[in-house]
């Protein structure tokens, strides 16, 4: 695979100025420290819990990549994004919407809750709507919908070698009874046609699909790119629906907290409960960051602190004041004088202790979290 490396185009003291600082914000992000991984992941995954990479491609194709950018690891609900994307293609924006909303739920990823007035998932962003978007994929059998969606996903990734980890899945089979009852619960209903067990193997293979932080960046730089792949020229999508996938991560792109990234972040982003989050800047860059510690959301801790980091910094909140928006500089042709360094913290507030206990159970917090 060729790179186009960022630091082809800069002067020595620039490249090392512009490795140092953002060597810097992963050393000082890797100080906060990391929740658990997810409960099926094998015992090696939960070894490698302290891995950390950050990376970027620009739509002019310049890549950089920091940390372990190296390390393969699962797409987890980043898939969502291409599942959906291919769905929207296969059957047109209406009939996808009468499917699946596009509304944000509010509610943690894996919950049984619906539009119960429009019977549909509220969007493709969670399982029960990407669920339901693995159901409407084009595709004769289970091997055709994966090859299908595979197929893509190595376009926008850049890496016509980009595999499904079989044993990955096999694991997460294992252990699906959430997903398995979200599917019979929505079939009973109607809201999915085919046979839950095909539906769940096509979404968990898409899931399985292990990826590196820079492409992972590279999947966000075809998005940001209207849908080409802005380093091999390949079109790994139509177009005409890159707004709305653009726009579903932008609203309901970080589970339940979704809210609070668009306010604090402001970018449209996707995260994954192994620890990877894709952003997409529309004609400007992907990025991405891996680091496997979650919340109690399913996002990761780390990544989470990077990317505000990352915007408060080079103004990258889609709705901030242009003047403020230094996104060449992010693609490391002129760093800023290093700033004062902003204290890690979480994107959730401090929980307030007056109010009394509802007695909710966080659903991935503690190495307890469950398919
Ligand atoms: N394998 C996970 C599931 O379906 C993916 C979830 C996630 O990344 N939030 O539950």
Known sequence: MRVVSWEETLTEQEKRRAREQLEQL?????????????????????????????????????????????????????????????????????????????EPSGDPFNALEFDETNRRPHNPMVNAGALVAADILGGADVDEKVARLLERMRIYA??????????????????????????????????????????????????????????????GATLANG??????????????????????????????????WANDVGIPAKSGVSGGIMAAIPNQVGLSVFSPGLDQHGNSVRGINVFRELSDRFGLHIFADPAETQLGRLGGRVWPEPEPEPEPGALDPEPRDDLPDDGVVPVAIEGAATV
């Open 158 to 219: 850049g890496n016509p070698e980009l595999e499904v980890d079989q044993e990955l899945l096999d694991a997460m089979l294992a252990d699906a009874d959430r997903n398995l009852g979200i599917s019979y619960y929505m079939r009973s209903l109607g809201m999915l046609v085919g046979e839950v067990e095909d539906i769940l193997r096509v979404y968990l293979s898409a899931c399985s699909v292990h990826v590196t932080a820079a492409e992972l960046s590279e999947m």
């Open 26 to 102: 992963l050393e000082r992000q890797a100080r906060l420290g990391h929740s658990d991984v997810v409960t099926y992941y094998p015992p090696e995954a939960i070894a490698q819990r302290d891995l950390f990479a950050l990376a970027g491609t620009h739509v002019d194709g310049t890549q950089w990549a920091v940390g372990d950018c190296d390390h393969r690891f699962p797409l987890q609900s980043i898939s969502k994004v291409f599942t959906y994307a291919l769905a929207l293609e296969d059957n047109g924006r209406e009939a996808t919407l009468t499917r699946v909303g596009v």
């Open 227 to 260: 849908g080409e792949n802005p380093r091999t020229g390949e079109r790994a999508m139509a177009r005409t629906y890159v707004r709305d996938v653009i726009g579903v991560m932008f609203t309901c792109g970080m589970y339940d907290a979704a809210g609070q």
